[in-house]
Antibody, heavy 122, light 107 residues
Framework: EVQLVESGGGLVQPGRSLRLSCTAS????????MSWFRQAPGKGLEWVGF??????????EYAASVKGRFTISRDDSKSIAYLQMNSLKTEDTAVYYC?????????????WGQGTLVTVSS | DIQMTQSPSSLSASVGDRVTITCQAS??????LNWYQQKPGKAPKLLIY???NLETGVPSRFSGSGSGTDFTFTISSLQPEDIATYYC?????????FGQGTRLEIK
C-alpha cells in the first residue's frame, strides 16, 4: 500500500527556516517524481514545486512565489523527499502536502500525504 | 501562466441529482486536465485524469469530458458522501495550476 507521511511542520517566526519531510513507502520511490503542494487556511490548492527522478536528472521546478526561498531535495536510499523553506513569510502559512506522480514524468498525482501545517507568525 | 476558471464556486444539490462543474483554461491545454475531490481536513483525491479517464476505484457516477480550453466534470447521481470541494488542475505547462474549487453541498 502506498503511503506518504509528511512531518516537520509547526510554528515558526517570519524570516526563519523550516524543513519538511515526506516519507514514502509501498512503491519504488526512486522511480517517481515527487511534488509539494500547499493550501492556505480556507483557500484553494497551490503547487509549490517538484523534483524529478534521478532517471530524469533529479532536477527541480518551483512556483514563482517560492523560487529562491524553497528547495526540494530527495534521498532515494531513505525514500524521503524534503522541502527546505527559508526566509519564511506570513503568507507561507498553509497545510503542506507531498504527492507522487502517476508515471515517471506526468503531472497527475495519484497519492497524497495527510499534510503538515506550517504557521508563520511572530 | 495558465489560469483555470472553475464554475460555479459553490453548488447546492439534492441526493440523486445530476451535478455538473465546468473548468475553463486560459489557453489550449489539450487533455492535460485532472479533477480532484477534497473533503474537509483531508488530502485531495484523484478522481479523473487526462480529462476523461476514471481513476481506479472511483465510482462510475463520476465522469469528465472536454479538451482544449473547456472541460466538464459530472456526478450522474449525487450521493451524500460526495459532499466535498472539487478542483480541476492542468499540467500542460508549468507552473501547474488549479481552479479555485467548487464547494458542493447537499440541499
Amino acid at each position: 500500500e502506498v503511503q506518504l507521511v509528511e512531518s516537520g511542520g509547526g510554528l515558526v517566526q517570519p524570516g526563519r527556516s523550516l524543513r519538511l519531510s515526506c516519507t514514502a513507502s509501498g512503491f519504488t520511490f526512486g522511480d517517481y517524481a515527487m511534488s509539494w503542494f500547499r493550501q492556505a487556511p480556507g483557500k484553494g490548492l497551490e503547487w509549490v514545486g517538484f523534483i524529478r527522478s534521478k532517471a530524469y536528472g533529479g532536477t527541480t521546478e518551483y512556483a514563482a512565489s517560492v523560487k529562491g526561498r524553497f528547495t526540494i531535495s530527495r534521498d532515494d536510499s531513505k525514500s524521503i523527499a524534503y522541502l527546505q523553506m527559508n526566509s519564511l513569510k506570513t503568507e507561507d502559512t498553509a497545510v503542506y502536502y507531498c504527492s507522487k506522480v502517476v508515471a515517471a514524468t506526468s503531472g497527475i498525482f495519484d497519492y497524497w500525504g495527510q499534510g503538515t501545517l506550517v504557521t508563520v507568525s511572530s | 501562466d495558465i489560469q483555470m476558471t472553475q464554475s460555479p464556486s459553490s453548488l447546492s444539490a439534492s441526493v440523486g441529482d445530476r451535478v455538473t462543474i465546468t473548468c475553463q483554461a486560459s489557453q489550449d491545454i489539450s487533455n492535460y486536465l485532472n479533477w480532484y475531490q477534497q473533503k474537509p481536513g483531508k488530502a485531495p483525491k484523484l478522481l479523473i485524469y487526462d480529462a476523461s479517464n476514471l481513476e481506479t476505484g472511483v465510482p462510475s457516477r463520476f465522469s469528465g469530458s472536454g479538451s482544449g480550453t473547456d472541460f466538464t466534470f459530472t456526478i450522474s447521481s449525487l450521493q451524500p458522501e460526495d459532499i466535498a470541494t472539487y478542483y480541476c488542475q492542468q499540467y500542460d505547462n508549468l507552473p501547474l495550476s488549479f481552479g479555485q474549487g467548487t464547494r458542493l453541498e447537499i440541499k
